[in-house]
Each structure stands twice: as structure tokens, then as C-alpha cells.
């Protein structure tokens, strides 16, 4: 298949709806695209096929391979997959080719044409907080696909935009093209320009960056590295796949040896500066919004670090308590989010950490409202009870 005839579908489905995030390439399925969370099939008037055979989807994937003009078949078929970037006039695509049942699957990630803003993305302002830090290892957690990669860009940006720093980003693939506007960018893709981020990020030690992006934390080498780069003065950005902040914390922990638990927990309360957690919502009206959760180390956060949580004090506990210093959980980004009317009763419910606290508030809000919290109604006490219960009634 030719490059213009491989642009000329895509571009076809990407003109299915301006939202859709992926595009989905599988044997057995038409085309389809993923919209506000959901798949969609799309049949295409200029290519109607309403069932991909195998040869379709190998054609697909080795045209996009052979177009980027990268080693990328090795890796295929060491490894099952392969992951990099493709573009077409002002479209930029994250690819991901894996095989399935010895048959080629491609799902194509949509990128954004441009870094949207705080307000555009509706992240809390703390996000310009982050931006200022100068040293220090930040991580943005969430599920593949909640703009985890989004939101570092951003901070990024802000960097980019209000100090003269040198900063270089590792990535798999590079999915943002940053502008050079006050710092200087230098973006490294993994398998094209690095083979591993623990190597990648060793060898940026030796670059002299002030900001460092990596990624993702993906195991132990990487980890330690990215403490060092820390502890040394640098500002680190990651990515962790872990479902809050808390979590966030127990994960890197599991990652390093139980023997050196004490003084991994000494490095990571004095090296953490953020974790930002991010869930996608279905909003009111189409599309989906983001629910976060912010931790920012403090002298309880830092304790918690140390000493572990116990059942009487949690990471939850602290962030919730913690909103002077601009910390808050999903819960109440969640009830936030419900009290302006972007999201369902039902969608908070659904997404809450804890669904107590969240159906308490919830039922506050509509109180406030004037809306019913509770679906019983006509009923009154039984005045005479106990005189039936007498007569055997």
C-alpha cells in the first residue's frame, strides 16, 4: 500500500468525528474508531470493507512501518510488538503494532495538534505550581489513556514559556513537538535514539539538562536513576500506571528490594515533590472530562513516606485533609466536577474512591438543590404498632 493511500483512509476516519481518540485496526472488524471512550465501527463510502481479512491488517501495518523508515520488524516479531509515531500533513498518530493470534492489530492514538491549556484540559491551577519546581521527581499516574502524556506536555510548555532551562524528554514514541520558545528541547525517541530509558536517562546525566521526561517508570533501573537525577538538582517527570496517589507511593516502593525498604523510603520523602492522578469521565453531553487527585509532599506526606500508613492515618486521609496547601483527592475533584454539572450522579458513583463519602456529599448537593435523595416516599410511622402486634394483628 502506498503512503497517500494509507494517509487518504486515515484521514477518511479521522473525519468520522473531531473527538475520536484511536483508530482501531483488527481481523474480523471493519474499521473502527474509539469515540469519548467508546468503539465505533466505520464503514468507509471510498473503501467499504466491512470485515478486515489478515492481509488487510499486515498490508496497514507494514506500510506504516516502511513509511516511518525505522527498525521496527525486530522488535515485532521479538517481542510481539512495536510502538512509534506517524504523521500526515498535521495529524501525528502513537502507534502500537502487536500480533494477535499470529495476526497483525494496529491501534493508532490521535494526538493533539497542539499543547491545549490548564483551563482547556479543566486541571486545577496547582498545575502552575508544578511548573515552577526546580529540582525534584514529579509523577502523573493514571490508566493508559487518561492523559497521563497530555499533562506532562503541558507542564512542559509552562516550563518552556517562563524560564531558560535545558530540557530533555525520552519517549516512546515522541508524541508532542515542543517549540523552542525560552528553553532549549532536545526529544529522544526509545528505539530510534535510546534502546532502554534506564540507559536513555543515564546518558542524559551527561547532557547537562535542567528538566529530564521520562516516559515512563517502568522498573527498578530506571527507578533508581531517576532518584539520583533528583537527588542531583534535576527536575524529573514520569509516568506511573497505578490508580492514585497512594498507590503511586507503594508502587515505586515494590519496584526496589524489601532489604532496602528504609532507605528507599529515606530517598523517595526527600526527592517527591507531586503526584498528579488523572481519571477520564463521561461528561454530560458527550465527550469526557478529568477527574484528579493532587499529593504534594508536606511534613505529613513526608511521614507517611517513612513510616508506612496505618489504619488510622492513610495517604487518603492526609490529601483530603490537605486542601490549604493544594492537595486534593478524586472524591472531591469527583463531587466538584458533579456539583457544576458536567457529570452524572451515576458517572460519580461509578468512579468514586470511596462511595460513601461521595454519596454523603452528593446527597448534600441536592439537598442544597432542592432535588430528592431517595427514591421512598409516603411513608409514616406506625403509631398503633404495638397495639396490633398485642391483638395479633
Not at 466491512?50 to 507494514?62: C, G, V
Amino acid at each position: 500500500m502506498r503512503k497517500q493511500e494509507l494517509d487518504f483512509i486515515l484521514k477518511n476516519l479521522v473525519n468520522y468525528h473531531p473527538e475520536i481518540s484511536d483508530i482501531v485496526f483488527t481481523v474480523g472488524k471493519p474499521f473502527q474508531v474509539i469515540l469519548w471512550g467508546e468503539l465505533k465501527p466505520v464503514i468507509l463510502k471510498t473503501c467499504p470493507l466491512e470485515t478486515l481479512r489478515p492481509f488487510h491488517t499486515e498490508t496497514i501495518a507494514l506500510s506504516l512501518i516502511s513509511n516511518v523508515q525505522t527498525k521496527l520488524l525486530d522488535n515485532y516479531f521479538n517481542n510481539g510488538y512495536c510502538d512509534f509515531s506517524y504523521s500526515l500533513e498535521n495529524l501525528r498518530f502513537r502507534v502500537n503494532i502487536f500480533s494477535q493470534r499470529g495476526n497483525f492489530s494496529i491501534v493508532m492514538r490521535k494526538l493533539p495538534e497542539r499543547i491545549p491549556t490548564v483551563e482547556e484540559l479543566h486541571l486545577p491551577k496547582i498545575i502552575y505550581d508544578i511548573a515552577q519546581e526546580k529540582f525534584g521527581l514529579v509523577f502523573v499516574t493514571g490508566p493508559t489513556g487518561s492523559g497521563k502524556s497530555t499533562t506532562l506536555a503541558l507542564i512542559l510548555d509552562l516550563i518552556n514559556e517562563s524560564r531558560a532551562c535545558h530540557i530533555i524528554t525520552l519517549e516512546d514514541p515522541v508524541e508532542f513537538i515542543h517549540i523552542h520558545k525560552k528553553s532549549t528541547f532536545n526529544q529522544r525517541e526509545l528505539g530510534v535514539d535510546f534502546f532502554s530509558f534506564a540507559d536513555g536517562l543515564r546518558a542524559s546525566l551527561r547532557q547537562a539538562p535542567n528538566v529530564i521526561l521520562v516516559g515512563e517508570t517502568r522498573d527498578r533501573e530506571t527507578l533508581e536513576i531517576a532518584l539520583m537525577a533528583a537527588e542531583t538538582g534535576h527536575l524529573v517527570l514520569s509516568t506511573l500506571h497505578t490508580t492514585d496517589a497512594g498507590h503511586a507511593i507503594h508502587r515505586v516502593l515494590s519496584m526496589l528490594p524489601q532489604s532496602e525498604e528504609a532507605f528507599t523510603r529515606l530517598r523517595l520523602a526527600e526527592s517527591l515533590k507531586w503526584v498528579v492522578s488523572q481519571r477520564l469521565l463521561p461528561k454530560i453531553g458527550g465527550g469526557r472530562i478529568v477527574a484528579t487527585e493532587v499529593m504534594r509532599k508536606n511534613l505529613r506526606i513526608r511521614e507517611l513516606i517513612l513510616n508506612g500508613e496505618t489504619p488510622e492515618k492513610t495517604f487518603y486521609d492526609v490529601i483530603e485533609t490537605s486542601g490549604a496547601f493544594g492537595m486534593h483527592t478524586f472524591d472531591q475533584s469527583i463531587i466538584n466536577l458533579y456539583n457544576e454539572g458536567l457529570i452524572t450522579e451515576e458517572v460519580a458513583m461509578a468512579y468514586a474512591s470511596s462511595k460513601t463519602n461521595v454519596r454523603q456529599e452528593l446527597d448534600k448537593i441536592k439537598l442544597q438543590r432542592g432535588e430528592k435523595t431517595t427514591d421512598l416516599e409516603g411513608l409514616s410511622i406506625d403509631v398503633d404498632y404495638e397495639k396490633k402486634i398485642k391483638r395479633g394483628i
